[in-house]
């Protein structure tokens, strides 16, 4: 028996799949249902706020102590940008488990870095965009809009935050040479949990963002 | 087929690098149609778009956003090539989820309208 069929018979379920996969999308599918429960908070309580800071239009909001016209708070463009980014990473992350599984340790650190990369970016630019809107007068308890927006990206974030050191660590495990052909399901199912990051983000986006 | 081969057979069978990039590339193009439709639902493009896209920009971000979130699960996550087993555990989920929001979105402005009168 060659190491790698070894290695797939130690964790075979009688269902013929792998044990960690078959959980990593239970905990997927869990995942999905907690960030409906957020998603669908924020869209009731869209349109509810009684002072601004408001997403889309200019609205009264008291700032440094009294009330005055705040403007939109939302940047598109740069969200767009992030999203762009997210997505992209996306592609490197499968682009680094075709250099694993192909035994390519070359393309699996250099897809694998990018992918790190792009996921600190969006870190930054979801810091960024947080800091920015404190500034412009919404604080996690100002409005309803500003409540359940910072709770559901907020979630988000820290799912990309948890995404990126797991791949950060398998970057370092790549790098030692410690992810041969036969180990690449490790990086498959970190990727797996990566993509799931990002399709929520692509329910995000236009919810959150684009729908006035 | 024993087991070891079914669970290598899956790690075989996944696209091609050409493949991946050109689901990158409609994911790019389907982002960007995305901002163009709120661009032109908001007047950003003109009032004559804005009277085309105001009223189904809604529509057509929610259908733009189903359709970027169906390939990355087909094709990244290998929902097309993997067992029916896990398509369930996220399908029924996904299934599940879309209607909690439904029901609520549904439930919270029957009281808000029922409030009013």
Same mark, same amino acid.
């Given at each position: ?56 239009t200019e609205s009264q909001c008291m700032l ?121 399901l490790n990086l498959e199912i970190a990727a ?21 | ?8 057979? /899956? ?11 050109? @689901?990158? *590339?409609? %994911?790019? +193009? !389907?982002? $960007? ?10 007047? /950003? ?11 189904? @920009?809604? *529509?057509? %971000?929610? +259908? !733009?956003? $189903? ?8 094709f990244y996550m290998h929902l097309k090539q ?8 996220? @399908?029924?989920?996904? %299934? ?22």
């Amino acid at each position: 028996m060659s190491e790698a069929a070894a290695h797939a018979m130690e964790h075979t379920t009688t269902t013929g799949i792998d044990s960690r996969k078959v959980a990593i999308w239970t905990l997927i599918g869990s995942e999905c249902l907690l960030f409906a429960s957020l998603i669908s908070t924020y869209l009731v309580y869209k349109g509810k706020s009684l002072v601004g800071p408001l997403p889309h239009t200019e609205s009264q909001c008291m700032l440094h102590g009294k009330m005055q016209t705040c403007e939109q708070i939302f940047e598109i463009p740069l969200v767009t940008f992030g999203t762009a980014i997210l997505l992209f990473s996306s592609f490197f992350v499968v682009m680094a488990l075709n250099g694993a599984q192909s035994g390519n340790r070359k393309k699996l650190i250099s897809w694998l870095a990018l992918t790190v990369l792009c996921g600190l970016f969006f870190i930054g630019m979801q810091v960024y965009e947080f800091q920015h809107f404190y500034h412009k007068g919404l604080g996690y308890s100002t409005n309803l809009f500003s409540g359940t927006f910072y709770t559901l990206t907020g979630f988000h974030g820290s799912h990309v935050t948890a995404g990126v050191i797991w791949l950060s660590t398998l970057l370092v495990l790549a790098i030692k040479g410690k992810i041969p052909p036969a180990k690449a399901l490790n990086l498959e199912i970190a990727a797996l949990y990566w993509h799931f990051v990002d399709v929520v983000w692509i329910v995000i986006f236009p919810v959150v963002y684009l729908m006035r | 087929m024993d087991a070891q081969t079914t669970a290598h057979a /899956g790690a075989h069978s996944h696209p091609s690098p050409a493949l991946y990039l050109k @689901v990158a *590339l409609i %994911l790019f +193009v !389907l982002t $960007a149609l995305e901002v163009a439709a709120y661009e032109a639902g908001r007047g /950003g493009m003109g009032p004559g778009f804005q009277e085309i896209f105001g009223p189904i @920009v809604v *529509l057509l %971000l929610l +259908v !733009l956003s $189903a359709a970027k979130f169906a390939l990355v699960a087909m094709f990244y996550m290998h929902l097309k090539q993997d067992s029916k087993l896990l398509s369930n555990l996220f @399908v029924w989920p996904i %299934l599940l989820a879309a209607s909690v929001i439904g029901a609520l979105i549904v439930l919270l402005n029957y009281w808000r309208v029922v409030g009013a009168k």
